[in-house]
């Protein structure tokens, strides 16, 4: 008789749970690994200038401490933005929730910012002064796609004791995306069908 040998391959990015809510399979994807993505980037600064009360006022700006924080139920990009003109300094915070989706027809967890707009403001001749508005998600824009709960195999033969042969289709179902503290989880089950 054959060994019958299921393979689920998961890249190293991903941790596997045997069961979880009675469901078979899981793919979990960890907030480190995301901002070790942004961290990576670099620096991320810019620089401008605007009129403000009829003087010229040139700045610069620069993306501080980039990162997503995954928490029960949201997942939030996060990131100070450091900006100066002369001695005058301010450091205004930009976030955005992370659209976050599971795509059972391609098996692909997606992941991307959305905008990402933070105003650029300083007090300058004691007054509030809004310089420019930067969007981030210019600098912070890829979708990460990765596989999902599927199997790679569609079916299994099985050689039954009387010589003939049984095949087993393989689906899944019942999908389940969970965002939980540190890490965003896809569960699914896995349904076995006789051909």
Same mark, same amino acid.
């Given at each position: 008789m054959k060994k019958l040998i299921f393979i689920l391959i998961v890249g190293s990015l991903f941790s596997q749970d045997a069961k979880k809510d009675g469901q078979h399979v899981s793919v979990s994807i960890n907030e480190s690994m995301l901002n070790n993505f942004f961290q990576s980037i670099? $620096? @991320?600064?810019?620089?401008?200038?605007? %009129?403000v009360l009829g003087k010229e006022v040139k700045y610069n700006w620069k993306v501080i401490d980039p990162k997503v924080v995954i928490e029960p139920g949201s997942a939030t990009f996060k990131a100070n933005v450091q900006i100066k003109s002369g001695k005058i300094k301010s450091t205004p915070k930009a976030t955005s929730k992370l659209d976050i989706s599971y795509v059972k027809e391609e098996n692909l967890i997606k992941i991307k910012n959305k905008k990402i707009k933070v105003d650029?403001?300083?007090?300058?001749?004691? %007054? &509030? @002064? &809004?310089?420019?508005? @930067? $969007?981030?998600? &210019?600098?912070? &824009?890829p979708t990460f796609e990765f596989p999902g709960p599927t199997l790679n195999q569609n079916n299994v033969?099985?050689?039954?004791?009387d010589g003939t042969k049984k095949v087993l289709n393989i689906n899944t179902d019942n999908h389940n995306l969970v965002l939980e503290q540190g890490k965003i989880t896809v569960f699914s089950d896995i349904i076995f069908s006789p051909q």
């Open positions: 670099g $620096d @991320v600064s810019g620089q401008g200038s605007t %009129k650029l403001m300083l007090k300058i001749f004691g %007054k &509030k @002064v &809004k310089l420019a508005t @930067v $969007d981030l998600s &210019k600098y912070y &824009k033969e099985i050689e039954m004791p």
